[in-house]
Structures are given as C-alpha cells and as structure tokens.
C-alpha cells in the first residue's frame, strides 16, 4: 500500500478547472507537511504548493499564485489542489509529496512521494 495516492487529473480546456486530491493513508498527518510539484516533459520537478498541517501556513510558487489553492481535511488525511484558470503549460504530471521538514519538501526532498497523476490542457 502506498504511502500517498493521488487522483483527480485529466484532461481540461484552457480556461476550465480540476481538483487534485492526496490521500494519505499510512502516515500521521500531522506530523508533516504536504505538497504539490508538477514535472512537465523535458523538464525539471517543480514545487508549486505547500501547506504545514500543524498551522494551516501555506506556500505558492509565483506560476500559480492567484489560480491554485492547496487546503487540507485531516479527518480524511487529505491534502487537495484545486486549479482554476489553467494554461496548456499546466500540463504534466502533478506528484503529492510528505516532508517532515518544510524547507526540505518545498526543496524536493520529501519523506515521501505520490505515483503522479497526468493533467493535460488542451488549447
């Protein structure tokens, strides 16, 4: 059993909307905190968004700010991504990762990494 499970992607117009959701069933939420990174064909992993489950305190790289919101429901242990306003350039593959330490997630060095689920926009 994995340790986080992605879903939500597929394929959007430019302009339309999707909600990725990170499911975390075998680790204690609280003690990390959780995030989004993207990995496009030909290019290097980024980090879009972080949230820290212990004070809700959230980041977002400059690319999404505005369009993205990461929120969390710790009963569920789920961390979601909802994305509004998307561009073809939002497309590729979108990993849920686990950091007991920020900085080290939103540096892609996390405890743990999703499978990656596909998003493609379409133009």
């Known amino acids: 059993e994995e340790e986080l499970v992605e879903s939500g992607g597929g394929l959007v117009q430019a302009g339309g909307s999707l909600r990725l959701s990170c499911v975390a069933p075998r680790i204690t939420f609280n003690d990390y905190a959780i995030g989004w990174f993207r990995q496009a064909p030909g290019k290097e992993r980024e980090a879009l968004s972080c949230?820290?489950?212990?004070?809700?305190?959230?980041y977002y790289t400059d690319s999404v700010k505005g369009r993205f919101t990461i929120s969390r429901d710790n009963a569920k242990n789920t961390v979601s991504l909802q994305m509004n306003s998307l561009k073809p350039e939002d497309t590729a593959v979108y990993y849920c990762?686990?950091?007991?330490?920020?900085?080290?997630?939103?540096?892609?060095?996390?405890?743990?990494w999703g499978q990656g689920t596909q998003v493609t926009v379409s133009s």
């Open positions: 949230i820290k489950i212990s004070d809700d305190s959230t």
């Open positions: 990762a686990a950091g007991r330490d920020p900085t080290g997630l939103r540096n892609g060095r996390p405890d743990y």
